[in-house]
C-alpha cells in the first residue's frame, strides 16, 4: 500500500518536470548532489517559463 501511495505522488510531481525537459530537448539528465539539483532544475523551469511565455506573446 504504502509503495502505491509513493509512486502516485511521484507521477504528480514527475509529470511537469518531465513537459520542460522534452520541450527543451533533455532525454535524459544526471544530478549530482543536492545543490546542483536545485540549481540546475530551476534554471530548466525558468527557460522552459520563458519559453512558454514566448509562445504567449506570439500568439
Known sequence: MAEKVKS???AKVEHP???AKGALGY???TYRGLAKNSEHLAVL???YNLKRAQGLVAG
Open 8 to 10: 502516485s505522488i511521484g
Open 17 to 19: 518536470s518531465w513537459g
Open 27 to 29: 532525454a535524459k539528465v
Open 45 to 47: 523551469m525558468g527557460l
